[in-house]
Nanobody, 122 residues
C-alpha cells in the first residue's frame, strides 16, 4: 500500500506560480511512476504530467507544456509539480497518483492522494 498526501494548493492570480508536493508513505516510492492529474468542477479527471520511476522521463499534457515541471526526490519520497504562469483554466483539484506504469491513463494508477485545490483568478 502507498499513501499519498498532497500539499501546496491555494488561491493565486493569473501569472503567479505555485509548487505542489506529494509525499508518499512506504519504502517503495522509487518503484512507482508518479502522475499528476486534475479535475475541474463538472469535468472528468485529466492527465497533467507523469514522471518515470527514476525521474529520467517526463511527459505533459499540451496545455501545460512549458509552464509546468514535474520532478521527484526519491530520497524524500516526494514528487513535485512546479506550476508557472498560471491561468484561470488551470483551476482544479490536483491529485497525485502512483502506478507501476509510465502512463497518461488514470486507470493505470493504483494509489491516489486526496487532492489539493488550486484556484487561479483572472
Amino acid at each position: 500500500q502507498v499513501q499519498l498526501v498532497e500539499a501546496g494548493g491555494g488561491l493565486v492570480q493569473a501569472g503567479d506560480s505555485l509548487r505542489l508536493s506529494c509525499v508518499a508513505s512506504g519504502r517503495t516510492f522509487s518503484s512507482y511512476a508518479m502522475g499528476w492529474f486534475r479535475q475541474a468542477p463538472g469535468k472528468e479527471r485529466d492527465f497533467v504530467a507523469v514522471i518515470s520511476m527514476g525521474g529520467g522521463s517526463t511527459a505533459y499534457t499540451d496545455s501545460v507544456e512549458g509552464r509546468f515541471t514535474i520532478s521527484r526526490d526519491n530520497a524524500k519520497n516526494t514528487v513535485y509539480l512546479q506550476m508557472n504562469n498560471l491561468k484561470p483554466e488551470d483551476t482544479a483539484v490536483y491529485y497525485c497518483a502512483a502506478g507501476r506504469s509510465y502512463s497518461r491513463l488514470a486507470t493505470t494508477y493504483a494509489f491516489w492522494g486526496q487532492g489539493t485545490q488550486v484556484t487561479v483568478s483572472s
